[in-house]
């Protein structure tokens, strides 16, 4: 009943809201930007990736290739994409992923590309796209492993970027672990994978990324796994080592897991994470808080029953939440189309799939990435196809909703500003996003991040939160415009760095059982309503509390609730000072 209503809902403000979202449609505009690319025959397809590399201002695109072909490289020149041949690259083994990163923080891009036949390689940019390998010379491993995928992200929050790279042993005669390189600083690695803890040997990783689970700064690890081993959520510990949290966190699903695609889609301020399967249906693990997982993906619609690859959560109409596209692999007998794009429709906790064109949309896809081709402010799709099928370019045709695209540079923490938060007050309402390299199935998206704003006229902030720990925050800003923003341009004096959160809270004990303890910083005398809410949204508990400027204790008798997770809210004359999650266990 309660999933009917929510259809049914669902289909009441799609028609509310149809003039709209009519007007945003994808087609696959491949063929009149020049992209013209089959990934081929491989085993298990090949990389997408959207990229700046030459610092332009247009993201360029890079699709790897099968055996025995070259990976290709399509500069975006602002009217069209242009392949550079001879690629800068010579590669012609099967080439799974490919990641740019500043991995020296010197300023330019530089290209590391994962093969499952003839060996990893890291090629340095010594000058426009003029590169050298350096593999050997840096430490990390030549030797051919089943390699399949690999993520960039600074796992001791030192300024250099770490690799870590997943090896696929499932049915083959290798004895490969996963592999984690620490970076030296100097442009050379340490292998630490046993002393990291992060071997998670022998079993069928198809796909990884650097996560933060808990808000905390320190990067995690997920692991989507093949064959039901049961996916790998490693906890960073915050002194080199990781803990392999999977049970208990509720992530370790007995799947076929192909992708690791992620963001905030319940805008709660926490990741959740959507992984791939076969035709028993995809699976979205929510986000409870607490380093735990709910997994919700038949319950809020986003399934798929059918073989699917890559995925990716973005906001496609910019309203404000995150949409999500999902590349297929198999043609199947009850979708006309074998990837899917489904539309969420929060604040109700569903998605459908609307009408937004993607005529054609039957090819045997794998990979798929998100970039902005035309800098129109809405994100396109780029999609790596299997042969004879070639690759799909779903260009947006926007629509009337504002947006900003932030594009960041570290300074102390690693230049290409992976592992940061970046947080967006607009229209009453806070976004979150995690920068990061690797995403879904061998991809890897644009460096600028988009974030849609409605008919919000005015940002009241962008605040970076960087690894080095230093925070930034920029105010009053203007829609409709690429803003850079350069770690420490706008620094949060030491004294309010708890202000962007406009009122900070703490909650103790979390979970609890029958009182919830709650910890404020006002910044003068005020009176609150503070509600317990549902994850869908009904208010359970509502009181007015009266507070004094300074440090004050308020608390909350949360005893008569079951167990499960809620929201704590503070609000002030009906506005949302803040909005917490916490658990109640019995």
Known sequence: MRTTLRNVMAVAILFIFSSASAQIIFSDSAAFYGISHTYGDGDFGGGANFCDWDGDGWDDLTLSSQNGSLMVFYKNTGSGFSKITPPPVNLTAENTQTLWIDFDNDGDKDLFACSNLEGNKLFRNDSTLGFVDITVASGISTTSMPTYGAAWGDYDRDGFLDLYIINRVLGTAYNFSNYMYLSNGDGTFTDATLASGTADSLKGPFAVSFLDINNDMWPDIYIAQDKFYGNTMLLNNGDSTFSDISVASGSNLGMDGMCVAY????????????????????????????????????????????????????????????????????????????????????????????????????????????????????????????????????????????????????????????????????????????TQTSIGYQAQNSQYQIFGLGTGSVIDSIVISWPSGIKDRMENVTPNQKVKITEGDYPIPAVSLEEYDKFFTKLYPNPTSDVLNIHVKPNEDKTLIVKVISINGQVLISESKSINSGETELNINVSTLSAGTYFVLLEEEGQILSKQKFAVSK
């Not at 594009?407 to 995690?434: M, P, T």
């Open 263 to 434: 963001g905030d889609y319940d805008n709660d301020t926490d990741l959740d994470i959507y992984i791939t399967n076969t035709a028993a249906g995809n699976r979205l693990l929510r986000n409870d808080g607490g380093n735990s997982f709910t997994e919700v993906g038949a319950a809020v619609g986003v399934i798929h029953n059918q073989t699917c690859w890559g995925a990716n959560f973005f906001d496609y109409d910019n309203d404000g939440d995150l949409d999500l596209y999902v590349s297929g692999g198999t043609k199947s007998s009850f979708n006309d189309n074998v990837s899917v794009f489904f539309e969420n429709m929060y604040p109700l906790d569903t998605f459908i799939v609307p009408s937004a064109g993607f005529i054609g949309d039957t090819a045997s896809s794998f990979s798929n990435a998100i970039g902005d081709i035309d800098n129109d402010g809405y994100y396109d799709i780029a999609v790596n196809n299997e042969a004879p099928f070639g690759a799909h370019l779903w260009d947006c045709s926007g629509g009337t909703n504002n947006w900003i695209k932030i594009h960041l540079e570290g300074v102390q923490s690693n230049r290409d500003a992976i592992g940061c938060w970046i947080d967006v007050y607009a229209n009453g309402a806070r976004q979150r996003k995690f």
